[in-house]
């Protein structure tokens, strides 16, 4: 199956034409050229960041944005009229004027070779938060799409009706729901399909009836960004034309050829200059890297119990504390100066800030304070509900209600959460003038935690008044983080779901990990195991299957930061419910392993999570999971200290 019985390969040619025609992108004038498709042998139909899609002329160097039907950016500070970002483009293999491209939730289809577009309908089983990674267009009305979480659908019809493939192919499901990441997927004349995984290395060919898949490794250190395949302009031993198809791989340093079994690399058409390295986001980087610490609760940020846990910090190794400054009901903890805290009746404090982080440099520790940002009851109630998410249905704010019983035994409804809408540029500029406080007072490093839309309770009702016209989620939660980044000059860290790490994610709740990347120094992803449904990886033991989410999940979050974003996951220093059958030998286990799952793998430190500071499940120094400094000052001792007046 697809193979080329050619004496010529046809990345000869294509070598030829590339080192003939490639020109020079520089990022900073024309943005990041990301993947692209050829335009018969004139050219390249190319996705460039913040640029979307254009055309490069190979013979007179010329880019030329094509953008008449496609949406525009909605962003801070709304002055830019730019494309949104594309995610995938793909050219008929037999109608060159056909050609599709996609935003993250939405498809375009061109029949003018991208002069103008048209929108093609998602129906079921595409779900609203399928995000968008792959396309690819066959004969007559012929769409493949991929996704970076829900595997592959196909519509025969041009988009009236869908279906859903992933299972026919069933090495991509990962469990729970969950299939790999579509990185690339192509269709050949006869109807042939490839479906790329960039993060397994993998590509899968079967015939068009899907009946039985070929998988080929893709041996580069590189990412597929896009696929597709191409007719080998050579002639056979016989003298006739061969009908093979060559399968074309677009990465990020090269395309790749694979035909007759064997894979050749080509410079890619147009070479990225890429900016010098932003000085000040490096520093930043620096300073936040190889943090190693604990959350504090505010209840024991102060006195006795801050001095323990400073012991116990320091005499395990570690350097880094992150306390949190305002909670998810809204309440400022420390003693902020600011007016409009006050004025929104938010302050409750519970320590002082210039003490705790006094005690916390005389020890050489890092101070990290952390803020929920979106989940916030006070801003809630401010100005008559004001700021409130608001519920279409009761003309009210919206609300996440839970039933419960009375004293009368009556089932009654209480409200468990209180969002304020992500899209009110008044949330964000409250949020960003505590976040400058906090700097100027001396705090070494500002987390935002709940930079995201509700995830529970009748979401269907929920109306954000806020809203820009054509706004997205993931564009909300950008402004707000281009606004803090133009006043925040210390580094910056973000709290992100376990599968928003793990995946390109973002129309369900706005997170986003590859954008936030662009703005970020610090990700901190939450990769509990027990928050992981116990059918994601489920042929795994319950403590290696820890150790495994946190070595691949933080590979994973890197590979998409790319560099831009040091990664610092949240480790699950306390058990469930359910997890509470492990006895010391266990439970102390099922720590280290995500330890040492998280020391395996490219990030940067780590933080424990117990919201009681109950670090109880520390029984063993941790120094075989820090840095070499780490183990010097700890030496041979083989019992943690805990701090007894927390235990």
């Known amino acids: 199956m697809l193979r080329s019985r050619s004496i010529f390969p046809a990345a000869v040619f294509l070598a030829l034409f590339f080192f003939v025609f490639s020109t020079d992108v520089n990022a900073e004038k024309g943005g990041y050229v990301e993947r692209g498709v050829p335009a018969g042998d004139s050219g390249w139909y190319t996705l460039i960041r913040e640029g979307g899609l254009n055309f490069f002329d190979t013979l007179s160097g010329d880019m030329s944005p094509l953008s008449q039907g496609l949406p525009r950016r909605v962003v801070y500070p709304f002055s830019d009229d730019k494309p949104k970002d594309l995610s995938a483009v793909s050219i008929d293999p037999v109608n060159s004027r056909r050609l599709a491209v996609t935003t993250n939730a939405r498809l375009f289809l061109s029949d003018d070779r991208g002069k103008s577009f048209r929108e093609i309908p998602?129906?079921?089983?595409?779900?609203?938060?399928?995000?968008?990674?792959?396309?690819?267009?066959?004969?007559?009305?012929?769409?493949?799409?991929?996704?970076?979480?829900?595997?592959?659908?196909?519509?025969?019809?041009e988009g009236k009706s869908w279906t859903k493939l992933s299972e026919t192919l069933p090495e991509i499901y990962r469990g729970a729901g969950f299939y790999e990441e579509i990185s690339g997927i192509a269709v050949d004349k006869e109807g042939r399909i490839a479906v790329g995984t960039s993060f397994s290395s993998r590509i899968y060919l079967a015939e068009s009836d899907l009946k039985a898949w070929e998988s080929v490794r893709f041996p580069f250190s590189d990412e597929i960004k896009g696929l597709w395949f191409s007719s080998p302009a050579v002639k056979q031993d016989s003298g006739g034309e061969s009908t093979d198809q060559v399968l074309q791989v677009w990465g990020t340093k090269a395309i790749y050829s694979f035909t007759a079994g064997r894979w050749t690399k080509t410079p890619l058409p147009v070479e990225?200059?890429?900016?010098?390295?932003?000085?000040?986001?490096e520093t930043r980087r620096n300073r936040a890297a190889d943090k190693y610490g604990i959350y504090i609760n505010p209840a024991n940020a102060s006195g006795d119990k801050l001095t323990a846990l400073l012991d116990f910090l320091v005499q395990n190794g570690m350097n880094a504390v992150t306390v949190d400054v305002k909670d998810d009901f809204g309440w400022i903890s420390y003693d902020s100066n600011l007016e409009t805290v006050r004025n929104a009746g938010a302050l409750r404090p519970r320590f002082k800030l210039d003490e705790l982080i006094a005690a916390c440099h005389a020890r050489d520790v890092y101070v990290v304070?952390?803020?929920?940002?979106?989940?916030?009851?006070?801003?809630?109630?401010?100005?008559?509900?004001?700021?409130?998410?608001?519920?279409?249905?009761?003309?009210?704010?919206?609300?996440?209600?839970?039933?419960?019983?009375?004293?009368?035994?009556?089932?009654?409804?209480?409200?468990?959460?209180?969002?304020?809408?992500?899209f009110s540029q008044d949330v964000w500029e409250y949020n960003l003038a505590i976040a400058e406080e906090l700097q100027a007072r001396g705090v070494d490093e500002i987390q935002f935690d709940y930079i995201r839309f509700p995830s529970d309770g009748n979401l269907s009702t929920a109306?954000?008044?806020?809203?820009?016209?054509?706004?997205?989620?993931?564009?909300?939660?950008?402004?707000?983080?281009?606004?803090?980044?133009?006043?925040?000059?210390?580094?910056?860290?973000?709290?992100?779901?376990?599968?928003?790490?793990?995946?390109?994610?973002?129309?369900?709740?706005?997170?986003?990990?590859?954008l936030v990347s662009h703005y970020v120094d610090v990700i901190c992803p939450m990769y509990y195991p027990s928050h992981f449904p116990r059918s994601f990886m489920k042929d795994l033991p319950y403590l290696e299957r820890a150790e495994r989410i946190y070595q691949e999940g933080s590979s994973r979050s890197a590979r998409i930061a790319d560099g831009r974003s040091i990664i610092r996951p949240y480790v699950q220093a306390f058990l469930l419910p359910f997890e509470y059958y492990m006895e010391e030998p266990e439970y102390s286990e099922y720590l280290e392993r995500q330890l040492r799952g998280t020391k395996n793998s490219p990030a940067s430190g780590f933080t424990l999570w117990n919201n009681s500071n109950r670090y109880y499940m520390v029984t063993r120094p941790l120094y075989p999971f820090l840095s070499l400094q780490g183990e010097a000052v700890l030496g041979d001792r083989e019992q943690a200290e805990v701090p007894e007046i927390l235990e």
Do not use: C
Not at 485 to 508: A, H
């Open 272 to 281: 990225n200059t890429l900016p010098e390295p932003d000085p000040d986001a």
């Open 122 to 157: 998602l129906n079921e089983p595409i779900a609203s938060t399928n995000y968008l990674t792959s396309v690819a267009l066959g004969r007559d009305k012929l769409i493949y799409l991929g996704t970076s979480f829900n595997g592959f659908f196909r519509s025969t019809d």
């Open 369 to 422: 304070g952390r803020m929920v940002v979106f989940k916030d009851k006070q801003l809630y109630d401010y100005r008559e509900n004001r700021y409130a998410i608001w519920d279409s249905s009761r003309n009210a704010p919206w609300g996440h209600f839970v039933p419960e019983k009375n004293e009368e035994d009556e089932t009654v409804y209480r409200q468990r959460e209180f969002w304020v809408d992500p």
């Open 463 to 514: 109306r954000y008044r806020h809203r820009h016209d054509g706004m997205s989620r993931i564009e909300a939660l950008e402004s707000f983080l281009i606004m803090v980044r133009e006043k925040i000059s210390v580094p910056i860290s973000t709290d992100l779901y376990g599968f928003n790490s793990w995946y390109r994610m973002g129309n369900w709740i706005g997170q986003n990990i590859e």
